[in-house]
């Protein structure tokens, strides 16, 4: 069965320090990934998603970025962090066809100091 | 682009009252819907989903959901609620035969009081 794994589970940084959170997938090839946020009393955002390796699309012009150096790995990162990129971020993965649901990683909850 | 508004953001109900949650989109084109539950230290889980056919589909635990396309609704209901269904319920729709995200509303916190 597939299996998504999304790390670290909790991050505590400080403001102007870079970021990697880490998503990989088991069990399936060639899925969907995405990355989410969800801030404070808000609902979750699409922030990227990629079709394949090397393929990234932006939802929103962000501080942040997103890669996919591998099928099943889609890590998320910035250079330097903000206030504003406090949040609770998920990982999700979806197979064929396109009318397939997303399944959802635990999540990292991120807190910027 | 889509939108997805959820209109009840706080619901508390006791034990074996029915439930309707309401979720409206805004798109034109042809849809996928879905209902996700995420249950208090849980991940983000499929309740049900509708992509195509007959508009009341039936997810899990006994919900279910109707798609009304005319209203650009696809609201949750469950006949009798329990304790355990107490938790965070989140409509989403993604463009039909399309590759991108979904675009979820903010969630409806549901608390079930025994």
């Known amino acids: 069965s597939q299996t998504i794994h999304q790390w670290p589970a909790t991050l505590v940084q400080p403001v102007g320090s870079p970021l990697s959170l880490e998503c990989t997938v088991e069990g399936t090839s060639n899925p969907n990934l995405y990355w989410y946020r969800q801030a404070a009393g808000r609902g979750l955002q699409l922030l990227f998603y990629?079709?394949?390796?090397?393929?990234i699309s932006s939802e929103v012009p962000q501080n942040l970025s997103a890669s996919r150096p591998q099928d099943r790995q889609f890590i998320l990162s910035s250079k330097k962090l903000l206030l504003s990129d406090s949040g609770f971020y998920l990982c999700?993965?979806?197979?064929?066809?396109?009318?397939?649901?997303?399944?959802f990683g635990d999540g990292t909850r991120l807190s910027i100091l | 682009a889509q939108s997805v508004s959820q209109h009840n953001h706080h619901v508390i109900l006791s034990e074996a009252a029915s439930l309707e949650l309401g979720c409206n989109y805004s798109?034109?084109?042809?849809?996928?819907l879905f209902w996700y539950v995420q249950y208090p230290g849980q991940h983000l889980q499929l309740l049900l989903k509708?992509?195509?056919?007959?508009?009341l589909v039936k997810g899990i635990k006994g919900f279910e959901a109707e798609f009304i396309k005319s209203k650009f609704s696809f609201n949750l209901r469950k006949p009798s609620v329990q304790w355990s269904d107490t938790a965070e319920y989140f409509c989403a729709v993604s463009r039909g035969g399309g590759a991108d995200g979904l675009t979820f509303g903010k969630g409806t916190h549901l608390i079930i009081q025994p």
């Open positions: 990629s079709v394949g390796i090397g393929q």
């Open positions: 798109y034109g084109g042809t849809v996928n």
């Open positions: 509708y992509f195509s056919g007959d508009p």
């Open positions: 999700a993965w979806r197979g064929q066809p396109s009318n397939q649901p997303q399944h």
